[in-house]
């Protein structure tokens, strides 16, 4: 028997309203569970950060190409820093290959797992929803926006010490073995990243001693526990490190990088402050959009709301202990470091303060107050979204396309697969092989190697210690390209191994190409030189592993 189509409509009309308003209340801000949000909301974040940065940058950070370069090869160490993030794009390059677009989604893939860790935490000494809120707060912060798509070891760090936040709290109020193995787990991640983490791990042993933990015997069997998780998981790289420097005495390793930044950083005392200003300026601008949105969900809160006598200050509704703890972590560890800095007459730079604010989003619990009709978090869900809205958009056309179209050459808008395209063109017509080595700057040299094919390599600054995946003997066999920039506006000197490179070239030439979209604006210049084979031995045997 046939259907009768009047009664079909209704029946799918209600099926749609029905399948929406079970959509509507998975998502609400009411919901008993409000996890299914908070995971929307993180995601729509990576998703808009990754998709609009990739869709309007031709060309990424320097120290993203930094990243790009060093991941293309698998390494227990590499010269500067600890290995995990190259290992994070080595394990993306080999999905998607060498795009400018992973390393703006490493970045705020780190940046998404931090809040998500964060929130975890905030859910453990107040509800889900102030939780929400904390994490909300400090989203607009620049080390999470603007700086939060520069895929460095700054960046990359936040996620695990988020996580060792979270379980070190766990840890330390429960008392169970699991968190504090969980805990030696993000730890090592973290050390892995930079070693600079080591202000953290100072943290954790000064609230310990604070809180009196260090009298209880669970604190040191959960010590010891997450102690040797790290060990385990460190011991590559420490006896990798431990060949290098103490067996080789080779001199491009990161601790020895680590400790010619700190002699380097030595200033006399009126550079020092100055150092300290301008950190402290930075900072200051940086929290400029968590400190103008706490101020508009402020203002729009007393309009809609201006008496109720009943509600209490949220930080006044969490245990005492909680409170010390949000002070001691979200506070102290910038303090500690200017005045350290101040002591020791160092040179210190904003982006090395970059986790010291993954619990700022809980310091506004002292000043906002918990109202019984969930109207803190819709306000907040509503100003940070437009904000974060306009932040991301923003970004990714003021540094892309808009300085394209008025003519001003940037980074970002750097013509990276034009400039890579004809040095690939140049090299094929006078070698009859793949470009394997190129012999230049990190910028240049990554924008030339990462879209000729996976084979091609950078030879840093020319310099074997900066790249010791590469040796010599590779080089006759294959040949390199020599390259550096030429233009009136680059700013990256010629380093004196790629001039000495230069020199060995038997061709050598000057490409010149718009570096806007204008072709009668800016130039960039490349001048280039091709040491060739040596025709002594093969290349693709001399590859081989």
């Not at 590559?236 to 400790?259: C, M, Q, R, S, T």
């Not at 063109?425 to 190129?438: A, D, I, M, Q, T």
Request: aromatic share 12%.
């Amino acid at each position: 028997m046939r259907a009768d189509p009047g009664i079909s409509r209704p029946i799918r009309s209600t099926s749609l309203s029905a399948w929406w308003r079970d959509i509507s209340a998975l998502f609400s801000p009411n919901a008993i569970s409000i996890q299914p949000l908070v995971l929307l909301i993180l995601g729509l974040h990576l998703f808009l950060w990754t998709l609009l940065t990739g869709l309007c940058h031709s060309a990424p950070d320097v120290d993203n190409m930094e990243e790009l370069i060093w991941g293309n090869v698998f390494q227990w160490g590499y010269y500067k820093h600890p290995p995990l993030p190259s290992w994070v794009h080595f394990a993306l390059i080999h999905v998607f290959g060498r795009q400018v677009w992973i390393t703006f989604f490493a970045g705020q893939l780190s940046v998404t797992l931090a809040f998500y860790f964060i929130w975890r935490l905030g859910r453990e000494f107040t509800s889900q929803r102030n939780a929400l809120i904390a994490v909300l707060l400090m989203m607009p912060i620049a080390y999470f926006t603007t700086r939060g798509v520069m895929s460095n070891h700054n960046t990359i760090q936040l996620w695990s010490v988020a996580g060792s936040l979270w379980m070190f709290y766990r840890a330390w109020r429960y008392q169970l073995l699991r968190d504090w193995l969980f805990l030696g787990m993000f730890s090592a991640f973290a050390v892995l990243t930079k070693y600079s983490v080591g202000i953290w791990f100072l943290m954790f042993a000064l609230h310990l001693l604070l809180s009196g933990s260090l009298r209880d015997p669970r604190t040191w069997k959960g010590i010891l526990a997450g102690a040797t998780v790290m060990a385990l998981i460190l011991l590559p790289h420490g006896l990798w490190l431990y060949k290098l420097v103490v067996v080789e005495h080779d001199p491009a390793n990161p601790l020895a990088y680590a400790g010619d930044a700190a002699r380097m950083g030595l200033l006399t005392r009126a550079d020092n402050l100055q150092s300290i200003y301008y950190v402290i300026t930075t900072t200051l601008a940086r929290l400029g959009p968590m400190l103008g949105a706490m101020l508009i969900i402020a203002g729009l809160l007393w309009r809609t709301a201006p008496r109720q006598p009943a509600a209490q200050r949220i930080a006044s509704t969490l245990r005492a202990e909680d409170r010390r703890f949000i002070l001691l972590l979200g506070v102290v560890p910038f303090i500690l470091s200017c005045t350290a800095a101040l002591i020791a007459k160092a040179w210190m730079i904003a982006d090395w303060t970059t986790t010291f604010f993954l619990m700022s989003g809980f310091l506004p619990f002292w000043l906002y107050k918990e109202y019984s009709d969930r109207r803190l978090l819709k306000t907040t869900l509503a100003v940070i979204g437009v904000i974060q809205l306009l932040t991301v958009v923003g970004y990714a056309v003021g540094r892309g396309p808009l300085p394209s179209m008025l003519g001003r050459p940037t980074r970002s808008n750097f013509p990276s697969v034009e400039v890579s395209t004809e040095m690939q063109n140049v090299w094929r017509s006078h070698v009859n092989e793949p470009l394997r080595f190129v012999a230049a700057d990190n910028w240049l040299g990554g924008n030339i190697a990462i879209h000729a094919g996976r084979q091609a390599q950078v030879l840093i600054n020319g310099e074997h210690r900066d790249a010791p995946w590469i040796d010599e003997e590779q080089l006759k066999a294959c040949g390199v390209l020599v390259a550096y920039d030429a233009s009136s506006f680059g700013s990256d000197p010629v380093r004196p191994m790629v001039a000495e490179r230069m020199k060995q070239a038997k061709w050598r030439g000057t490409l010149s190409l718009p570096a806007t979209i204008n072709p009668d604006g800016p130039q960039e210049i490349v001048q280039w030189g091709i040491v060739p084979p040596s025709g002594d031995s093969n290349c693709r045997a001399i590859l081989k592993p």
